[in-house]
């Protein structure tokens, strides 16, 4: 039987995510259980370091990477303890290379696997679906990310709440990054409107997962296999999602907006890219590699279908798939001429398509006007 998994979500760095999960590891050990930390990273944190007081921690491994020695955490050794509840901090934390996994949601779902209980931690901002979103409100790229599914498995999900002025108060006073640090921070990721913007997507996000549950049936803390059953019989009837997308960059902006819809919907997602032929160059390949990645991470159906007429294309997978919304980026910016010559591409979709709902995902992050991801053909 799996083990029971926890995990603490915040808005941000220093809002409590681990002092609360030892915490409640503490009271676990008083109770009796047998807790074990498998990974702690206080960031030199003296109240969190002293909440991990009496528990016992099992050891780091030293791993070499290109002449440098870096500690990560032991699963071997954690599976050969085999504690009752293992403690497992940073749960967005990439591995060294050479390690059982490559990233640290892998090895928790291992621990998970050999039936011990995990308490874990990360930020919002992490989740993968929200990578966009999140560059948009700060103006920072989070590299690290977890998929959402990862969430989604967790039996107990506790948001670790805090407003953004106690949290910059805490920042102020040394009790999240060293003094030499705080300047820095308090100009950039920690200005009080971004944290506002981060919170809100913290509680929305929370209220989404527990909407979810309630939606499907599940109980406050049922076991992961009866919720995943509960979930998959339970999606909205007739409702599937496609996105347009090429293997630009941008275009994983897309897919996670697509992505966040259709969990709004509780709809499946298609991501279709129409090439012209199968001679793809080194850049789309690149591309088309990291759209694949992304499905895989998001659950998402890629499909890759050639055509030398766009909207015939479109119109022909569509009528196989029969989507009921289509998402696509901003179409090119054309002069009045070629738009009284010919309709734009949103146009002739919804000409085609009549029973779809054709929605343009918008560009934020631009500050200059340019052409859509996807050219018009």
């Known amino acids: 039987m799996a083990g029971r998994f926890k995990v603490f979500l ?6 409590g995510k681990t002092y609360r999960m030892l915490q409640e590891g503490q009271a676990e050990a008083e109770a009796g259980r047998d807790v074990v930390i498998g990974y702690l990273e206080p960031h030199g944190r003296a109240e969190t370091t002293a909440q991990a007081t009496g528990l016992e921690v099992v050891p780091r491994r030293r791993v070499t990477y290109q002449d440098a020695v870096l500690e990560e955490m032991d699963l071997p050794a954690i599976l050969a303890r085999a504690p009752e509840l293992c403690l497992i901090d940073e749960l967005a934390h990439t591995n060294a290379p050479g390690v059982e996994h490559a990233k640290r949601h892998e090895d928790v779902a291992t621990v998970l696997a050999a039936g011990i209980d995990v308490y874990s931690t990360v930020n919002v901002q992490h989740l993968e679906s929200l990578n966009d979103q999140v560059a948009e409100l700060t103006g920072t790229r989070v590299r690290e990310t977890v998929p ?59 209220a989404e997962e527990v909407e979810a549950r309630r939606v499907v049936g599940i109980a406050p803390s049922p076991a992961r296999e009866d919720r995943i059953m509960a979930s998959a019989g339970a999606q909205a009837i007739g409702e599937r999602l496609m996105a347009l997308v090429t293997p630009a960059p941008g275009s994983q902006r897309i897919v996670r907006r697509a992505w966040l819809s259709a969990q709004r ?33 998001l659950g998402a159906h890629l499909l890759i279908v ?68 996807g050219a018009e053909r």
């Open 148 to 206: 959402d599914e990862v969430l989604g498995d967790a039996d107990e999900l506790v948001l670790i709440d805090l407003t953004p002025e106690a949290l910059v108060a805490r920042l102020r006073a040394g009790k999240v990054y060293p003094r030499e640090r705080v300047d820095g921070a308090l100009a950039n990721f920690f200005r009080i409107d971004r944290l506002s913007s981060l919170r809100e997507v913290a509680l929305r996000q929370v």
């Open 265 to 297: 919907l509780g709809a499946d997602l298609d991501l279709l890219w129409v090439p012209r032929n199968h001679d793809y160059d080194t850049a789309e390949r690149e591309g088309l590699d990291a759209l694949r990645r992304l499905a895989v991470v």
């Open 10 to 15: 915040g808005m941000a760095a220093g809002v």
């Open 306 to 373: 050639p055509g030398e007429d766009l909207v015939a294309t479109v119109c022909r997978v569509a009528r196989e798939r029969s989507p009921t919304y289509l998402l696509m980026g901003p179409p090119a910016r054309r002069s009045a001429l070629r738009r009284a010559l010919r309709p734009s591409l949103p146009s002739r979709l919804l000409d085609v398509l009549p029973g779809v709902d054709v929605r343009i995902v918008a560009d934020r992050t631009l500050r200059e006007e340019r052409p859509s991801e």
